[in-house]
Protein backbone atom coordinates (compact mmCIF):
# COMPACT_ATOMS: atom_id res chain seq x y z
CA UNK A 1 0.00 0.00 0.00
CA UNK A 2 1.42 3.24 -1.16
CA UNK A 3 1.86 5.99 1.53
CA UNK A 4 1.57 9.59 1.38
CA UNK A 5 3.58 11.14 -0.94
CA UNK A 6 5.01 14.44 -0.50
CA UNK A 7 7.19 16.44 -3.05
CA UNK A 8 9.27 18.01 -3.57
CA UNK A 9 11.48 16.63 -0.67
CA UNK A 10 14.08 19.21 -0.84
CA UNK A 11 14.24 23.17 -1.90
CA UNK A 12 15.75 26.46 -1.18
CA UNK A 13 14.11 29.57 -2.33
CA UNK A 14 15.46 32.92 -1.60
CA UNK A 15 13.14 35.84 0.46
CA UNK A 16 10.46 37.11 -1.23
CA UNK A 17 9.57 33.89 -3.41
CA UNK A 18 6.52 31.74 -3.52
CA UNK A 19 6.95 27.76 -2.88
CA UNK A 20 4.18 25.17 -3.52
CA UNK A 21 4.14 21.56 -1.36
CA UNK A 22 2.15 18.72 -2.33
CA UNK A 23 0.67 16.18 -1.11
CA UNK A 24 -0.91 13.01 -2.14
CA UNK A 25 -2.19 10.99 0.26
CA UNK A 26 -2.86 7.36 0.64
CA UNK A 27 -5.70 5.80 -1.53
CA UNK A 28 -9.19 6.07 0.30
CA UNK A 29 -7.89 8.75 2.74
CA UNK A 30 -10.03 11.95 2.41
CA UNK A 31 -8.69 14.02 5.50
CA UNK A 32 -5.35 16.15 4.84
CA UNK A 33 -3.27 18.21 7.22
CA UNK A 34 -0.28 20.05 7.17
CA UNK A 35 2.22 20.95 9.74
CA UNK A 36 5.32 23.01 10.39
CA UNK A 37 8.18 21.41 12.06
CA UNK A 38 11.15 23.88 13.37
CA UNK A 39 13.73 23.54 16.26
CA UNK A 40 12.47 26.49 17.87
CA UNK A 41 8.70 25.80 17.56
CA UNK A 42 8.65 21.99 17.34
CA UNK A 43 5.56 21.01 15.12
CA UNK A 44 2.59 23.58 14.57
CA UNK A 45 -0.77 22.36 12.49
CA UNK A 46 -0.98 24.46 9.80
CA UNK A 47 -4.64 23.67 8.41
CA UNK A 48 -6.43 20.64 7.87
CA UNK A 49 -8.83 19.85 4.81
CA UNK A 50 -11.45 17.27 4.06
CA UNK A 51 -13.29 16.71 1.03
CA UNK A 52 -12.12 20.05 -0.60
CA UNK A 53 -12.84 22.18 2.01
CA UNK A 54 -10.86 23.95 4.58
CA UNK A 55 -12.05 22.53 8.04
CA UNK A 56 -9.38 24.00 10.50
CA UNK A 57 -6.94 26.36 10.47
CA UNK A 58 -3.65 27.13 12.70
CA UNK A 59 -2.14 30.54 13.71
CA UNK A 60 -0.37 30.96 10.91
CA UNK A 61 -0.31 34.32 8.61
CA UNK A 62 -2.05 34.74 5.48
CA UNK A 63 0.62 34.05 3.07
CA UNK A 64 0.10 29.95 4.05
CA UNK A 65 -2.86 29.20 2.31
CA UNK A 66 -3.95 25.65 1.11
CA UNK A 67 -6.52 23.61 -1.05
CA UNK A 68 -7.64 20.07 -2.04
CA UNK A 69 -8.70 18.59 -5.03
CA UNK A 70 -11.17 16.40 -5.97
CA UNK A 71 -8.93 13.30 -5.82
CA UNK A 72 -8.20 14.26 -2.02
CA UNK A 73 -4.35 15.64 -3.17
CA UNK A 74 -3.48 18.57 -1.38
CA UNK A 75 -1.39 21.69 -1.91
CA UNK A 76 0.10 24.30 0.19
CA UNK A 77 1.60 27.51 -0.70
CA UNK A 78 3.56 30.11 0.86
CA UNK A 79 3.95 33.65 -0.83
CA UNK A 80 6.30 36.44 -0.33
CA UNK A 81 8.53 33.54 1.98
CA UNK A 82 10.59 34.88 4.95
CA UNK A 83 13.76 32.99 6.49
CA UNK A 84 11.76 31.89 9.56
CA UNK A 85 9.51 30.10 7.27
CA UNK A 86 12.93 27.43 6.94
CA UNK A 87 11.17 24.05 8.11
CA UNK A 88 10.29 20.59 7.15
CA UNK A 89 6.57 20.80 6.18
CA UNK A 90 4.80 17.73 7.02
CA UNK A 91 1.25 16.70 5.75
CA UNK A 92 -1.09 13.84 7.67
CA UNK A 93 -4.01 12.30 5.90
CA UNK A 94 -6.44 9.71 7.27
CA UNK A 95 -9.60 7.87 6.44
CA UNK A 96 -12.02 10.65 8.24
CA UNK A 97 -10.92 13.72 9.95
CA UNK A 98 -11.54 12.99 13.10
CA UNK A 99 -11.00 8.91 14.45
CA UNK A 100 -8.17 6.51 13.79
CA UNK A 101 -4.40 6.90 12.91
CA UNK A 102 -3.20 9.38 10.93
CA UNK A 103 -0.07 8.94 8.37
CA UNK A 104 2.29 11.14 8.12
CA UNK A 105 4.31 12.00 4.56
CA UNK A 106 8.22 11.96 4.79
CA UNK A 107 8.10 15.77 4.45
CA UNK A 108 9.03 18.82 2.42
CA UNK A 109 12.28 20.33 3.94
CA UNK A 110 12.30 24.29 2.88
CA UNK A 111 15.38 25.89 3.64
CA UNK A 112 14.22 30.35 2.94
CA UNK A 113 18.16 32.43 2.26
CA UNK B 1 -7.13 25.75 24.07
CA UNK B 2 -5.28 22.00 24.54
CA UNK B 3 -1.47 22.31 25.78
CA UNK B 4 0.58 19.29 25.62
CA UNK B 5 3.51 18.79 27.60
CA UNK B 6 6.26 16.27 27.81
CA UNK B 7 9.04 15.32 30.15
CA UNK B 8 11.54 14.32 30.26
CA UNK B 9 12.61 16.51 27.33
CA UNK B 10 16.06 14.36 26.98
CA UNK B 11 16.38 10.85 28.70
CA UNK B 12 19.75 8.81 28.35
CA UNK B 13 19.28 5.42 29.28
CA UNK B 14 21.14 2.43 29.37
CA UNK B 15 20.56 -0.74 26.96
CA UNK B 16 18.25 -3.26 29.04
CA UNK B 17 16.75 -0.78 31.51
CA UNK B 18 13.48 0.43 31.65
CA UNK B 19 11.59 4.16 31.68
CA UNK B 20 8.81 6.24 31.46
CA UNK B 21 8.36 9.61 29.23
CA UNK B 22 5.13 10.97 30.23
CA UNK B 23 2.78 13.47 28.91
CA UNK B 24 -0.28 15.05 30.33
CA UNK B 25 -2.52 17.74 28.45
CA UNK B 26 -4.39 20.67 29.98
CA UNK B 27 -8.07 20.02 28.22
CA UNK B 28 -10.77 16.80 27.02
CA UNK B 29 -8.50 15.68 24.22
CA UNK B 30 -10.91 12.93 22.45
CA UNK B 31 -7.13 10.62 21.47
CA UNK B 32 -3.92 10.79 21.68
CA UNK B 33 -0.92 9.58 19.66
CA UNK B 34 2.54 8.27 20.15
CA UNK B 35 4.57 8.76 16.86
CA UNK B 36 7.92 7.88 16.54
CA UNK B 37 10.94 10.63 14.63
CA UNK B 38 14.22 10.06 13.40
CA UNK B 39 16.56 12.47 12.57
CA UNK B 40 15.50 14.17 9.13
CA UNK B 41 12.96 11.84 8.97
CA UNK B 42 9.22 11.50 9.14
CA UNK B 43 6.91 10.65 12.18
CA UNK B 44 6.04 7.14 12.52
CA UNK B 45 2.84 6.71 13.98
CA UNK B 46 3.42 3.90 17.10
CA UNK B 47 -0.32 4.10 19.32
CA UNK B 48 -3.46 5.54 18.87
CA UNK B 49 -5.53 5.68 21.89
CA UNK B 50 -9.13 6.13 22.33
CA UNK B 51 -10.73 6.04 25.57
CA UNK B 52 -9.67 5.86 29.41
CA UNK B 53 -7.99 3.00 30.61
CA UNK B 54 -6.52 2.14 26.89
CA UNK B 55 -3.52 -0.04 26.83
CA UNK B 56 -0.90 -0.70 23.79
CA UNK B 57 1.79 -2.98 23.65
CA UNK B 58 4.38 -3.27 20.77
CA UNK B 59 7.65 -4.73 21.28
CA UNK B 60 9.55 -3.10 24.01
CA UNK B 61 6.88 -0.06 23.86
CA UNK B 62 3.76 0.14 25.91
CA UNK B 63 1.51 3.09 26.13
CA UNK B 64 -1.37 3.51 28.36
CA UNK B 65 -4.47 6.68 28.92
CA UNK B 66 -5.60 8.16 31.93
CA UNK B 67 -8.46 10.51 31.09
CA UNK B 68 -9.49 11.39 34.00
CA UNK B 69 -5.55 12.82 35.29
CA UNK B 70 -5.27 13.94 31.56
CA UNK B 71 -1.75 11.79 31.53
CA UNK B 72 -0.62 9.76 28.82
CA UNK B 73 2.42 7.56 29.15
CA UNK B 74 5.07 5.74 27.20
CA UNK B 75 6.67 3.26 28.91
CA UNK B 76 9.80 1.71 27.35
CA UNK B 77 11.23 -1.94 28.26
CA UNK B 78 14.88 -3.50 28.04
CA UNK B 79 15.60 -0.58 26.12
CA UNK B 80 17.86 -1.44 22.83
CA UNK B 81 19.77 0.92 20.84
CA UNK B 82 17.43 0.84 18.01
CA UNK B 83 14.98 2.76 20.42
CA UNK B 84 17.31 5.57 20.11
CA UNK B 85 14.99 9.03 18.42
CA UNK B 86 12.43 11.78 19.34
CA UNK B 87 8.85 10.65 20.35
CA UNK B 88 6.09 12.68 20.53
CA UNK B 89 2.82 12.45 21.82
CA UNK B 90 -0.09 14.50 20.66
CA UNK B 91 -3.78 14.88 21.41
CA UNK B 92 -6.33 16.12 19.52
CA UNK B 93 -8.74 18.89 20.90
CA UNK B 94 -11.11 19.75 18.24
CA UNK B 95 -11.39 17.73 14.90
CA UNK B 96 -8.43 16.15 13.71
CA UNK B 97 -5.99 19.06 14.87
CA UNK B 98 -3.42 17.50 16.10
CA UNK B 99 -1.16 19.51 19.35
CA UNK B 100 1.88 17.96 19.82
CA UNK B 101 4.29 18.06 22.91
CA UNK B 102 7.54 19.18 22.64
CA UNK B 103 9.26 15.77 22.02
CA UNK B 104 11.56 13.29 24.29
CA UNK B 105 14.94 12.83 22.83
CA UNK B 106 15.65 9.08 23.89
CA UNK B 107 19.45 8.11 23.77
CA UNK B 108 19.96 4.53 24.38
CA UNK B 109 23.67 3.64 25.33
CA UNK B 110 25.57 0.25 25.37
Known sequence: KAGVTQTPRYLIKTRGQQVTLSCSPISGHR??????????????FLFE?????????????GRFSGRQFSNSRSEMNV??????????????TGRKGNTGELFFG???RLTVL | ELKVEQNPL????????????????STTSDRLYWY???????LESLFVLLSNGAVKQ??????????????????ITAAVHDLSA????????TASKLTFGTGTRLQVTL
Not at chain 1, 31 to 44: C, N, R
Not at chain 2, 86 to 93: D, E, L, P, R, V
Open chain 1, 31 to 44: SVSWYQQTPGQGLQ
Open chain 1, 49 to 61: YFSETQRNKGNFP
Open chain 1, 79 to 92: STLELGDSALYLCA
Open chain 1, 106 to 108: EGS
Open chain 2, 10 to 25: FLSMQEGKNYTIYCNY
Open chain 2, 36 to 42: RQDPGKS
Open chain 2, 58 to 75: EGRLMASLDTKARLSTLH
Open chain 2, 86 to 93: TYFCAGTG
